[in-house]
């Protein structure tokens, strides 16, 4: 426990929604269970194994002590979440959480909520993923003419539309099978007023293919599935459905962005397929994580992909 408690120790006031401590990287021996997050005004701390009392007690007057020398004028809100055997148990700890809770990365807000469930309306550790798709969407030659279109699969609430549309995307769809989800993306638009030239579908991708095709093609695809839910998605048969598409939804030149978060699953399960079921998508470049996401073994951690469709070939001269 001593890594967290020294993270403790040293982590600046969080301005922005980020990750302060990760254990689940491997790098701290002892500390594998423990991550702690900042939603600001509110610090999350995770453990994926039961915990003693006597280790919260520890980590609270930790919190408390670092907190009256970072923010003396404020309270110390902060929350505790066990994950175990598939389930989780979580308690507000001291202070209290606003609602609704909005937080920001980057200058873009977001709706979250820490007090219920496992997923907490942004997932931190795709800010680099965020990043790549507003650059690319603010550099692309198209952005005025006839404009940026972007499809976003498993959108979630829709995180990645806000920013390619704060970056000058004309047009994003988002689909995922979670109606709740896509309502607080929609909130999230709102939010950061940009609530135009989005549209959501609360569909099963896979039965909606005829929807998705007839709103391309599309100048970037989004693809950031879950790993394994039963009932919707399982990477291992289902991802490859979707490599299959992207030929015929990508505009020439276009580009799409693969995410796996699977540690048991390495980037060869993503290249290996792609270079069978979509081989004429080159291969562009591995997007980063943020650097406090660091990973014993790379091949574990979150991947996050980048694939580019051909150009139209140039007609011959005659």
Known sequence: MQALLQAIATM?????????????????????????????????????Q??????????GAALEQRWQQIAPEQTLNWVFQCRHEGRSETRLMAGSVPDPHVVTENGTRYRVHVLKGQNHGLFLDMAEGRRWVREHVAAHPELDRPGVKVLNLFAYTCAFSVVARQAGARQVLN??????????????????????????????????????????????????????????????????KLMR??????????????????PELGLAFLQDQMQVLAPELQFVERVQNPAVFADVSP???LKVLVYRAPEVDAPQAQ
Request: hydrophobic share 40%.
């Open 12 to 48: 600046e006031l969080p301005i922005d929604a980020q990750r302060i401590f990760h254990g689940r990287g491997g790098l701290y021996p002892g500390c594998e269970h423990w991550v702690l997050d900042a939603y600001a005004p509110v610090l999350l701390l995770t453990s994926f």
């Open 299 to 301: 091949e574990c951690s």
């Open 245 to 262: 598409r992207l030929p015929d939804l990508l505009r020439p030149g276009g580009h799409a962005l693969l995410c796996l978060n699977a």
């Open 50 to 59: 039961p915990v003693a009392e006597e280790e919260l007690a520890t980590i």
């Open 175 to 240: 689909l995922d099978m979670s109606q709740g989800a896509l309502t607080i993306g929609q909130q999230n638009h709102q939010l950061n007023d940009i609530s135009d030239g989005a549209s959501f579908l609360a569909h099963d991708i896979f039965s909606t293919w005829g929807k998705i095709t007839r709103g391309g093609p599309y100048h970037l695809i989004i693809i950031d599935p879950p790993s394994y839910q039963k009932g919707s998605f399982v990477a291992t048969k289902d991802y490859a």
